[in-house]
């Protein structure tokens, strides 16, 4: 406590006379400088292995998943190549259970799809031979869902500011680009290069017309990101990709100032599944993410494959993981339990956000979410009668038998 004070008014002093010292930040980081007030993007980190939650297989209709889309609270994914539908994906079973038809769109390479307030992007931005010269995105009206026409679809044509030769190998150049992001007024791309195994950031309007793509920076990132995803208004973006050999991993981007996104932390977590092509990630709540591998057929086959992939142990704050292993969960109160529609627990926690998981009796993921006061309530009503497990917390997690009758 005393060392911990010395440092408050070091702090404290250095920062009065005007001087701001830059390093690492984050405490997680194997370089993390107490002393640093602003983070500079240097942090390190050891290398860490997280598999996913679990994984089925998807079925051959989308077998290229490339993308993936959380809108009316479905997950939405579309193929890479020559359709032009969407796919809703069942969360736990990974089976199509709703589609959307962009009946006289051209699929020539769709990569990623993205949506802000107004609109759904589509990125027909797939580049593996490094020599396309039509890069672009349909910029479809969210009214357009029901009614689809033609007429209203937009196109933002882009280049890349610094390609100049257009003669590539396939394969063998930094001018891919199968992931991005969008906000109210620009896009931003994240670029897959095949020859450095690095991304660059590039960024440019998301209004109709022909534009010059920006580099803002540059990460090694040793590897190929394939996938982007932010839920508005969260403070950490999520990347996926693979690597050379197909050992595909997540990226978690967070502390960034604005839109400098690979200006702060840069986390790269190995997914542990050898030889999976790892394409599209997506959350509902920003913690709980779904990712998609597309099928690889090499004298061996990995099938196309939905994952469920916990970011909590890595975003939840430091101070709310001691907190709830110091907690003894003794004001906890479950009811009705049995329960026949609504369960109430209370009396959780005084610490937020509480991350909680609904499994059934084998295990499977159902639901999952954050809640940021005392009282969790949850409707029961679509639920099969049986026996199912409420998972709270991070650290020293409580688990509840609910049966529901």
């Given at each position: 406590?005393?060392?911990?004070l010395?440092?408050?008014?070091?702090?404290?002093?250095?920062l009065?006379e005007?001087?701001?010292?830059?390093?690492?930040t984050?405490?997680?980081?194997?370089?993390?400088?107490?002393?640093?007030?602003?983070n500079d993007g240097?942090?390190l980190?050891?290398?860490?292995n997280?598999?996913?939650t679990?994984?089925?297989?998807?079925?051959?209709?989308i077998?290229?998943?490339s993308?993936?889309?959380w809108?009316?609270q479905?997950?939405?994914s579309q193929?890479?190549?020559?359709?032009?539908?969407w796919y809703?994906?069942?969360s736990?079973?990974?089976l199509i259970?709703?589609t959307?038809?962009w009946?006289?769109l051209?699929?020539?390479d769709?990569?990623?799809i993205?949506?802000?307030d107004?609109?759904?992007f589509i990125?027909?931005?797939?580049?593996?031979?490094g020599?396309?010269t039509d890069?672009?995105?349909?910029?479809?009206?969210?009214t357009?869902?029901n009614?689809?026409?033609?007429?209203?679809?937009d196109?933002?044509?882009?280049?890349?500011e610094d390609?100049l030769?257009?003669?590539?190998?396939?394969?063998?150049?930094?001018?891919?680009?199968?992931?991005?992001l969008v906000?109210e007024?620009?896009?931003?791309?994240f670029?897959k290069c095949?020859?450095?195994q690095?991304t660059?950031?590039?960024t440019f309007p998301?209004t109709?017309?022909e534009?010059a793509?920006i580099?803002?920076?540059?990460?090694d990132?040793?590897?190929m990101?394939?996938?982007?995803h932010?839920l508005?208004?969260?403070?950490?973006i999520?990347?996926?990709?693979y690597?050379e050999?197909?050992?595909?991993f997540?990226?978690?981007?967070?502390?960034?100032q604005?839109?400098d996104?690979l200006?702060?932390?840069k986390?790269?977590i190995?997914?542990g599944?050898p030889?999976h092509?790892?394409?599209?990630?997506?959350s509902a709540?920003?913690l709980?993410?779904y990712l998609?591998n597309?099928k690889?057929v090499q004298?061996?086959t990995?099938?196309?494959?939905?994952h469920?992939?916990?970011?909590?142990?890595?975003l939840?704050e430091?101070t709310?993981?001691?907190?709830?292993?110091q907690?003894?969960?003794s004001d906890?109160?479950?009811?009705p339990?049995?329960?026949?529609?609504?369960l109430?627990?209370?009396g959780?926690?005084?610490?937020r956000?509480?991350?909680?998981?609904?499994?059934?009796e084998?295990g499977?993921?159902l639901?999952s979410?954050?809640?940021?006061?005392d009282?969790?309530?949850?409707?029961?009503?679509?639920?099969?009668?049986?026996?199912?497990?409420l998972?709270?917390g991070v650290?020293?997690?409580?688990?509840?038998?609910?049966v529901?009758?």
């Amino acid at each position: 406590m005393k060392n911990f004070l010395i440092l408050s008014v070091l702090q404290t002093f250095l920062l009065g006379e005007g001087f701001s010292q830059s390093g690492c930040t984050d405490p997680l980081a194997s370089n993390y400088d107490p002393l640093a007030v602003v983070n500079d993007g240097s942090c390190l980190y050891p290398f860490t292995n997280q598999t996913p939650t679990f994984s089925v297989p998807i079925p051959d209709t989308i077998m290229e998943s490339s993308g993936l889309l959380w809108y009316n609270q479905r997950y939405w994914s579309q193929n890479d190549d020559t359709d032009p539908n969407w796919y809703a994906l069942d969360s736990l079973t990974g089976l199509i259970i709703d589609t959307l038809q962009w009946t006289g769109l051209v699929n020539f390479d769709w990569e990623e799809i993205q949506q802000n307030d107004q609109y759904f992007f589509i990125g027909d931005i797939g580049n593996n031979s490094g020599n396309r010269t039509d890069l672009k995105f349909f910029r479809i009206p969210k009214t357009a869902v029901n009614g689809f026409d033609l007429s209203v679809v937009d196109t933002i044509a882009f280049h890349y500011e610094d390609q100049l030769d257009f003669n590539n190998a396939a394969n063998d150049h930094d001018f891919d680009g199968e992931a991005f992001l969008v906000d109210e007024d620009s896009i931003y791309l994240f670029t897959k290069c095949w020859a450095s195994q690095t991304t660059s950031l590039y960024t440019f309007p998301n209004t109709v017309g022909e534009h010059a793509a920006i580099k803002r920076a540059t990460w090694d990132v040793q590897g190929m990101i394939t996938g982007a995803h932010r839920l508005s208004g969260d403070d950490h973006i999520a990347l996926v990709g693979y690597t050379e050999l197909l050992q595909p991993f997540m990226v978690l981007l967070y502390d960034f100032q604005g839109t400098d996104f690979l200006g702060a932390n840069k986390r790269k977590i190995s997914l542990g599944m050898p030889f999976h092509q790892m394409e599209a990630v997506c959350s509902a709540d920003g913690l709980h993410y779904y990712l998609t591998n597309e099928k690889v057929v090499q004298g061996f086959t990995v099938p196309a494959q939905w994952h469920h992939w916990d970011a909590t142990s890595f975003l939840v704050e430091d101070t709310a993981v001691v907190n709830i292993a110091q907690s003894d969960w003794s004001d906890l109160h479950v009811f009705p339990n049995p329960v026949n529609e609504i369960l109430v627990v209370s009396g959780l926690p005084k610490w937020r956000p509480l991350s909680w998981r609904l499994l059934n009796e084998r295990g499977a993921l159902l639901d999952s979410g954050l809640v940021w006061n005392d009282t969790l309530v949850y409707s029961m009503l679509q639920m099969d009668k049986g026996i199912y497990f409420l998972e709270l917390g991070v650290s020293n997690r409580k688990v509840v038998k609910v049966v529901h009758q």
